[in-house]
């Protein structure tokens, strides 16, 4: 039996092919989700207007990531990673399985049940690849790299088989297809979980520390399940769309809360706050990065359905495929960006740098929608051209950040570091989602307009704070 994956540890391959599966069936159902929604009931689908779709695909998403906060705390003080990530799968694959139920309760179920596990998956899993080399190991950016890879195999299969079944066939038979692929991801991690040696194995915390959180966790699961309650029984008698404004002013909170708490700690040394400033300003280029980015399931989605020619050389295509463009992109291009930072050697542009640069491409993504926004079949190449340009952004941006966390974290909160980056996902899919709320009544050029001139700004900004920011992460490129 092999005892390297491509050079690095065996366990690569479980958490490779678990975060595969679990990919697959996220883009899977986010590439036909707002499609669902908005779809006409005769259609099969829930008759939600743009401003409704919009703002529930915005929470939904928003919320998944947002949860991977407390999910990284609950691995590091109550379950280890190891646990976490197959409690999560599990999860995840119950929501999808209620989402292929025709019922809007069911619906409104599976969004919340995929949302929990999403929130205890992702980021322990990121963990586990960290916590597989040892400090200073010069493979770990490389193993990220492969892990990434995993990440957009099941990105890019995702949307032709869920997306077909679903818009060819029945939209509820996408969201089986999405559970059906969790579920495989389940059986092939604990099949593999002997690979990964003692990693993501135990919590940091001993054990009467562990059993006040399991409190804090049950008492906290009892509320968050109080409320859905009372939200399904009609108690709560609001609009997705009031929700979505009272969660921005939370999910804000939530943000500040985090990090004045996080820099007022005095267990913290000099260098680790420096350190931990510098993961903010990630953060916050991470966040307005994804906000623009992940789009692709929202109005761009829609623009895809509604304005584009869905079809090329003479076979047509369901517009969720559209969603598989990025990672065929970066099946292409991020080989040649992994010799290209090796190729520059001690030139290889810092952390900073490259977040600047992503935040530019994908600004340049939109701008590029600008003079066609207004038109009806246009051809699919203007999409094909966006989604090139957003995946030259993303290699710039994602798996650079998600290694500077795993360097930049104090190790005691690595689960917790890692939820943060994640927040800076759920921002940014918040905002995403509130912008396809304004689909239907906003002029498309100026939407796109004021989409691409924001993230080009943002990242001049972000180039000229590299230096600075250099100090700040003490020696971490």
Same mark, same amino acid.
């Given at each position: 039996?092999?005892?390297?994956?491509?050079?690095?540890?065996?366990?690569?391959?479980?958490?490779?092919?678990?975060?595969?599966?679990?990919?697959?069936?996220?883009?899977?159902?986010?590439?036909?989700?707002?499609?669902?929604?908005?779809?006409?009931?005769?259609?099969?689908?829930?008759?939600?207007?743009?401003?409704?779709?919009?703002?529930?695909?915005?929470?939904?998403?928003?919320?998944?990531?947002?949860?991977?906060?407390?999910?990284?705390?609950?691995?590091?003080?109550?379950?280890?990673?190891?646990?976490?990530?197959?409690?999560?799968?599990?999860?995840?694959?119950?929501?999808?399985?209620?989402?292929?139920?025709?019922?809007?309760?069911?619906?409104?179920?599976?969004?919340?049940?995929?949302?929990?596990?999403?929130?205890?998956?992702?980021?322990?899993?990121?963990?586990?690849?960290?916590?597989?080399?040892?400090?200073?190991?010069?493979?770990?950016?490389?193993?990220?790299?492969?892990?990434?890879?995993?990440?957009?195999?099941?990105?890019?299969?995702?949307?032709?088989?869920?997306?077909?079944?679903?818009?060819?066939?029945?939209?509820?038979?996408?969201?089986?297809?999405?559970?059906?692929?969790?579920?495989?991801?389940?059986?092939?991690?604990?099949?593999?979980?002997?690979?990964?040696?003692?990693?993501?194995?135990?919590?940091?915390?001993?054990?009467?520390?562990?059993?006040?959180?399991?409190?804090?966790?049950?008492?906290?699961?009892?509320?968050?399940?109080?409320?859905?309650?009372?939200?399904?029984?009609?108690?709560?008698?609001?609009?997705?769309?009031?929700?979505?404004?009272?969660?921005?002013?939370?999910?804000?909170?939530?943000?500040?809360?985090?990090?004045?708490?996080?820099?007022?700690?005095?267990?913290?040394?000099?260098?680790?706050?420096?350190?931990?400033?510098?993961?903010?300003?990630?953060?916050?280029?991470?966040?307005?990065?994804?906000?623009?980015?992940?789009?692709?399931?929202?109005?761009?989605?829609?623009?895809?359905?509604?304005?584009?020619?869905?079809?090329?050389?003479?076979?047509?295509?369901?517009?969720?495929?559209?969603?598989?463009?990025?990672?065929?992109?970066?099946?292409?291009?991020?080989?040649?960006?992994?010799?290209?930072?090796?190729?520059?050697?001690?030139?290889?542009?810092?952390?900073?740098?490259?977040?600047?640069?992503? !935040?530019?491409?994908?600004?340049? =993504? %939109? @701008? $590029?929608? &600008?003079?066609?926004?207004?038109?009806?079949? +246009?051809? /699919?190449?203007?999409?094909?051209?966006?989604?090139?340009?957003?995946?030259?952004?993303?290699?710039?941006?994602?798996?650079?950040?998600?290694?500077?966390?795993?360097?930049?974290?104090?190790?005691?909160?690595?689960?917790?570091?890692?939820?943060?980056?994640?927040?800076?996902?759920?921002?940014?899919?918040?905002?995403?989602?509130?912008?396809?709320?304004?689909?239907?009544?906003?002029?498309?050029?100026? !939407?796109?307009?004021?989409?691409? =001139? %924001? @993230? $080009?700004? &943002?990242?001049?900004?972000?180039?000229?704070? +590299?230096? /600075?920011?250099?100090?700040?992460?003490?020696?971490?490129?």
């Amino acid at each position: 039996m092999m005892d390297s994956f491509f050079g690095h540890p065996r366990g690569l391959s479980t958490l490779f092919f678990t975060e595969m599966w679990e990919r697959f069936s996220y883009y899977g159902m986010r590439a036909i989700l707002i499609l669902f929604m908005v779809a006409t009931v005769s259609s099969g689908g829930l008759g939600f207007s743009d401003s409704k779709a919009g703002a529930i695909y915005g929470l939904y998403t928003s919320v998944g990531y947002l949860l991977c906060l407390p999910g990284g705390w609950i691995a590091d003080r109550v379950l280890g990673q190891r646990k976490a990530v197959l409690y999560g799968g599990i999860v995840i694959a119950l929501g999808n399985f209620s989402l292929a139920v025709p019922s809007i309760t069911a619906f409104y179920a599976g969004l919340v049940l995929v949302a929990i596990g999403t929130g205890l998956l992702k980021p322990n899993v990121s963990t586990i690849v960290g916590q597989l080399y040892e400090p200073g190991d010069h493979r770990r950016d490389a193993g990220f790299s492969i892990f990434y890879m995993g990440i957009n195999l099941g990105a890019f299969l995702s949307p032709l088989i869920c997306g077909w079944l679903a818009q060819r066939i029945n939209w509820h038979y996408g969201f089986l297809a999405s559970g059906i692929g969790m579920t495989s991801g389940i059986i092939q991690y604990l099949a593999g979980q002997r690979h990964l040696g003692a990693a993501g194995q135990e919590p940091a915390t001993g054990a009467a520390e562990r059993a006040k959180s399991r409190r804090i966790v049950l008492w906290s699961a009892l509320a968050v399940l109080a409320l859905v309650a009372l939200a399904f029984s009609g108690v709560l008698q609001v609009s997705a769309e009031q929700v979505a404004n009272v969660f921005a002013f939370g999910l804000t909170g939530v943000v500040v809360v985090v990090f004045v708490v996080l820099m007022l700690d005095k267990s913290y040394d000099h260098q680790e706050k420096n350190r931990i400033l510098a993961i903010f300003v990630l953060f916050v280029g991470a966040a307005l990065f994804w906000a623009a980015y992940e789009q692709a399931g929202s109005t761009l989605n829609l623009f895809a359905e509604r304005s584009t020619r869905l079809d090329f050389a003479g076979h047509g295509f369901p517009a969720s495929w559209f969603q598989s463009l990025n990672s065929l992109y970066i099946f292409a291009l991020a080989p040649v960006f992994a010799w290209l930072w090796v190729w520059l050697g001690s030139k290889d542009p810092s952390s900073p740098t490259k977040f600047a640069l992503g !935040l530019i491409f994908v600004g340049l =993504g %939109f @701008a $590029i929608l &600008v003079p066609i926004a207004g038109m009806k079949n +246009v051809s /699919p190449l203007w999409l094909a051209a966006t989604y090139f340009l957003h995946t030259v952004g993303e290699l710039l941006l994602s798996p650079v950040g998600l290694s500077a966390m795993t360097k930049l974290a104090p190790a005691r909160i690595a689960g917790l570091m890692m939820g943060v980056w994640f927040l800076a996902t759920s921002v940014g899919d918040f905002i995403s989602g509130r912008l396809a709320s304004f689909y239907s009544s906003f002029s498309l050029p100026v !939407l796109f307009g004021i989409v691409a =001139g %924001f @993230a $080009i700004a &943002v990242g001049l900004i972000m180039g000229l704070l +590299v230096k /600075p920011m250099k100090r700040l992460m003490g020696g971490v490129n």
